[in-house]
Every structure is written in C-alpha cells, then in structure tokens.
C-alpha cells in the first residue's frame, strides 16, 4: 500500500510517500519546507501568513515528494491529508491540495487526524505493538492517551491550559531568545543551575492526570519582570523552567504507568525532541519496567510520514470515511471524541473541545 502524505496545519509544508508492507513501514521519500523565517519577527505562528506560504509552496513540496520517490501519481494507492485540528487556514490548503490529487487520479481521498499521525508516529521507526501509554506533547497539545489500536484512544489527561510545547514558546518570548522557543530555552538551560528558581508544580497535588503550565508562565514572567537578568540568571531560569516542565510530565507519567498493563511509554510531539524531558521519562519507564520509545526526532515534529502512515493504516484496516471528498476540515479534532464530548477539560464553545 503505498501513501502521498500531506501536512499543512502549522508551520510546516510537508509532503511524504509512504509505503506499509505487512505493517511495515518504508519512507520513500519526504520534503519539509519550514516557515520559521517568515514567522520569526512576529515570535509566534500567525496563521494568515502561514495560510498564504502553504498555499505558495504545497504543489512544489508535493512534487518534490513524489519525484524523490520515484512514483508518479498513478501508481499512489490512496493520497492522506491532515484534515484537522489545526490552523484551520493551513489545513485547508494541505486538504483541498490532497482532494485535488485525489480527484484527478481517481485515488480514495483520506482525511486525517493530525493527532492520529503523532499518536501512530513510533510505528514509523519500529514495530510498536499496541497498547502503549502515549505522551503527546507539542505547541498545540498535552495529553495522555491510550492507545488500544488504530482509532481506539482513551484520554487519560490533558492540559487544562497551555501545552508544554506554548510554555515553552512563551518563555522564550519573554525572554526575546527567539522562535520556535523549545529549541532555544533547551540551548539556553545548557549551562544553568535549574534549582536557582523556585517554580510552581501546578495540579501535582491532585488526582487524575491533568495538568496544567499556565502558572509557569506567570510565576517567569514576574522573575523577568522584577529586575535585569544577568545572562546567568537567564540561563538559570530557563534550566528552573525546563526542570519544572519535565517534573510535571514526568509525575504524571509515573501515574499513567501505575496499573497500566502494557510496557511502553510512547512521547511524541515536537516537545519530545527535549533531552531532559525524553530522560525523566526514560527514569520514570524504568522504574515501571516499560521502554520508553521516543520517534526520530524529524517524527517527532509535525512531519508528512506520520500521516502518510496513519493514511495507510486507515486504508488497510478500512477506516476510510464514505463520501471523503466531502469532508469539511476541522479546526478541533480530539482523538478521543467521547471523553472530548461527555468531560470537555480543554477548550470549548462553538468550535468544539481540545480534549
Ligand atoms: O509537534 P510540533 O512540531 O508542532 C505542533 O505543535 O503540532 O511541536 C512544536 C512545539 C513548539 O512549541 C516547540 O517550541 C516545541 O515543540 N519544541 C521543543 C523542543 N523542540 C521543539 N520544546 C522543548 N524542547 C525542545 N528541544
Ligand atoms: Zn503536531
């Protein structure tokens, strides 16, 4: 079964062709075009501009894929796009990109969860077996999922807030170190003492797996708000920081874990490309007996093989919405769209719950 992934729903353009044999997974080709330039005056992703760079680049992007893999559109079993949740600009463009594909070659059309692609992302590198416990930790989402098989995932624990990923962002624009933040408060923690600052553990006190990083933010910015911040001192808040984030995740991993019958602690996310998180995790697996599995980082950010994946795992298993075509993209999409719906702890109103 061999895929063309389309993702759009951030700031990447990305394109991939996937190919699952027996339910492994072969990339045969993938083009990233990243818009960090065009979004770093602004410290942030603004989601017009990167609705118009999508729309400039996703037919190149997507020609490159499939020149690198040496197929041409007739030979694709099916063409997979995100389709949701997302930037709902970008979305747009990566999803009507793939239903013209689709159309034109008389390919099934399958829209996709982005979250699905994350969750999915470890099978790309190795064959990992479900159940596992998901961390999913990117700008957009924090969650704890379990994950059962394709399309059957219970949450667990979400952010009532900020994902790890936003704290992260929010920081580094405090502290002018640049975007995207997680790269460069890792960078800028390097030579900081992370027991310098005392920052709140929000929600640990509690039951459940919930958490919360909003707090953070604040007690940081009433630091840099108090005084001049010697580059020491910058260094040192951002280690505080990076320590508080990767004690929140970490606890509550080891919860998840605690009666959790299978033997893998999955993270994914573009947060799970932080070394200290990926080692507090690793200490909490260990001490469960699971294996921590962390993709390649370049699966861990947004990427196109992830969906291509997730794409022909629907196909194969023949989970491929009747009338696909037809699908309105969906700015909120929880994987888990029960518990989203019965408990909405995050987001709401009228587009929906986050989780
Ligand atoms: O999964 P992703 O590429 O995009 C979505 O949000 O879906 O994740 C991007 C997030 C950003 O918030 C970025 O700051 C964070 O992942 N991130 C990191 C690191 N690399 C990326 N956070 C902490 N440490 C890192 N090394
Ligand atoms: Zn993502």
Aim: with cysteine; glycine share 12%; net charge negative.
């Amino acid at each position: 079964m061999t895929i063309l992934g389309i993702e759009t729903s951030c700031d990447e353009t990305a394109a991939s062709v996937v190919r699952l044999t027996d339910g492994r997974a072969d990339i045969l080709s993938e083009t990233v075009r990243s818009q960090i330039e065009e979004h770093a005056p602004y410290g942030g992703v603004v989601p017009e501009i990167a609705a118009r760079a999508h729309a400039e680049i996703a037919d190149k992007v997507v020609a490159a894929a499939l020149d690198d893999s040496g197929l041409s559109l007739p030979e694709l079993d099916a063409i997979a796009a995100t389709s949701g949740p997302g930037l709902i600009g970008g979305v747009m463009v990566g999803m009507m990109t793939g239903k013209a594909l689709a159309l034109a070659s008389g390919r099934p059309f399958i829209p996709v969860n982005h979250l699905e692609g994350h969750a999915l992302s470890p099978r790309l590198a190795e064959a990992c077996a479900f159940p596992y416990m998901l961390l999913l930790v990117s700008g957009g989402h924090c969650q704890f999922i379990r994950v059962d098989g394709l399309g059957d995932y219970q949450r667990l624990g979400t952010t009532i807030d900020d994902a790890a990923g936003e704290a992260f962002d929010k920081l580094a624009k405090l502290l002018g170190l640049g975007f995207p933040g997680g790269p460069a408060v890792e960078r800028t923690a390097a030579g900081g003492d992370e027991a310098r600052y005392k920052l709140p553990r929000p929600l640990l006190d509690r039951d459940g797996l919930d958490m919360s990083f909003a707090g953070l933010k604040t007690a940081a910015a009433r630091i840099i708000e108090a005084g001049d911040l010697s580059d020491q001192d910058v260094s040192d808040l951002c280690a505080s920081y990076q320590r508080a984030i990767a004690d929140c995740l970490s606890a509550r991993a080891d919860r998840a874990l605690e009666g959790f019958d299978g033997d893998r602690l999955v993270v994914a996310g573009g947060v799970a490309a932080n070394t200290a998180i990926r080692d507090a995790l690793d200490k909490v697996a260990s001490r469960h007996g699971a294996r921590l599995i962390a993709p390649p980082l370049r699966y861990c950010t947004d990427n196109a093989a992830m969906i291509a994946l997730a794409g022909a795992e629907r196909l194969a298993a023949g989970l491929v919405p009747e009338e696909s075509l037809g699908f309105a993209a969906r700015p909120r999409w929880p994987l888990d769209e029960k518990s989203a719906a019965e408990d909405p702890v995050y987001g709401g109103g009228k587009r929906g719950a986050k989780a």
